[in-house]
Nanobody, 114 residues
Framework: QVQLVESGGGLVQPGGSLRLSCAAS????????MKWYRQAPGKQRELLTT???????NYADSVKGRFTISRDNAKNTVYLQMNTLKPEDTAVYYC????????WGQGTQVTVSS
């Protein structure tokens, strides 16, 4: 079993930045690709970015150039640095290990509003 705990969400003004963290209960980055998703009210869950076991990354067009995924192996933590935030980035953000049938965090709310 793996527990994932997200943190770092909050209220930020448009154009601002936040860094989300996802702490895993054990070392998993050599086993699972790590992903960040978000889900806004009334919308489908959206895959934002993937960090593979080998360290490659990819991003959804909606966040490319603004969001960056990274990891700290020693801390068993993956991060999502979010810059130039927009109101449409408002959502609950989730980290995931191992795909749809893998492990999910509880989510952290991000609200972008003036």
């Amino acid at each position: 079993q793996v527990q994932l705990v997200e943190s770092g969400g909050g209220l930020v003004q448009p154009g601002g930045s936040l860094r989300l963290s996802c702490a895993a209960s054990r070392s998993i980055f050599t086993i699972y690709n790590m992903k960040w998703y978000r889900q806004a009210p009334g919308k489908q869950r959206e895959l934002l970015t993937t960090l593979t076991i080998t360290g490659s990354t990819n991003y959804a067009d909606s966040v490319k150039g603004r969001f960056t995924i990274s990891r700290d192996n020693a801390k068993n933590t993956v991060y999502l640095q979010m810059n130039t935030l927009k109101p449409e980035d408002t959502a609950v953000y989730y980290c995931n290990a191992g795909g749809d049938n893998g492990y999910w965090g509880q989510g952290t709310q991000v609200t972008v509003s003036s």
